[in-house]
């Protein structure tokens, strides 16, 4: 921890953290970092706090030479992976717990616990690489939201800076777990996408939030291999479900492939 202090200090800092195994999303991060900060400090750390006991922090992909590689040639100056006993040394019992609807909903409900965890690891690194502004990607929209009301509710001097998702040319979302995908699952993984696509299309043809849900659920069931968690139309900062539309509202979605679980959103009704 000294030696990270010394090498920040007096730096303005864009902070971009991951769990590793970076691709294309985790670089468009750094690149936006390095356009807006004079340093730019990439963290990679697989917390098992966020990680369920049934989830998969144990075989989660794991690379650092070829993040290392990664991160440098997209522009940052420094790669910060502590191991475990830095972040969570011997007798550390302290927690950060959100409550409310925006944790408790949509993946809080399906992953009991994670948001703590998300939040109590975003407050230790924020402690400790001590960022002028941090980039997490849309991808994951509600832990997006989640360390937006984190840095206000504790007062972080931190701008969080969300930076849209990055897809395959067929719309996948990139995401370190599509490693996980057969080539039989990876040609069926795009069903989330073409769902909210196809509530995206009813809301531009003026239909209801309930006709874009049903044009969703009916892309969905195309794939009964794929067992939805929850497929949702929501206000985009309360993450409240919707009965009619409002300005920027999100389609969200997630569910699972006996491999792999997958999630996604996309704004499905315009600003």
Not at 166 to 194: F, I, K, M, W
């Amino acid at each position: 921890m000294q030696d990270l202090r010394a090498a920040l200090e007096g730096a303005e800092v864009g902070f971009v953290p991951t769990m590793g195994y970076l691709h294309e999303g985790h670089l468009s991060l750094v690149r936006r970092a390095r356009e807006e900060n004079g340093t730019v400090v990439v963290s990679v750390f697989v917390n098992p706090l966020q990680f369920g006991p049934n989830e998969d922090y144990q075989r989660y992909p794991r690379d650092l030479e070829r993040d290392a590689r990664l991160a440098r040639a997209a522009g940052a100056d420094l790669l910060f992976a502590p191991e475990v006993a830095e972040v969570y040394p011997e007798g550390f019992a302290t927690r950060v717990v959100l409550t409310g609807g925006l944790v408790e909903r949509w993946e809080g409900a399906h992953r009991p616990g994670h948001f703590d965890g998300v939040a109590t690891v975003v407050a230790k690194l924020f402690n400790m690489v001590r960022p002028r502004r941090a980039y997490f990607g849309e991808k994951d929209y509600q832990q997006l939201q989640v360390i937006r009301r984190l840095v206000r509710d504790l007062n972080f001097p931190v701008e969080v800076v969300g930076v849209p998702t990055v897809r395959e040319p067929d719309g996948l979302a990139l995401s370190s777990r599509n490693v996980y995908l057969t080539p039989e699952r990876r040609a069926q993984a795009t069903v989330l996408y073409r769902a909210l696509v196809a509530a995206r299309r009813v809301a531009e043809a003026g239909g209801t939030v309930q006709e874009a849900l049903a044009a969703g659920e009916r892309v969905l069931a195309e794939v009964p291999e794929f067992q939805p968690d929850y497929f949702a139309i929501v206000h985009p900062e309360t993450l409240e479900p919707l009965e009619a539309w409002v300005p920027g509202a999100r389609g969200i979605g997630a569910g699972r492939f006996p491999e792999v679980r997958l999630i996604d959103n996309l704004e499905v009704y315009p600003r």
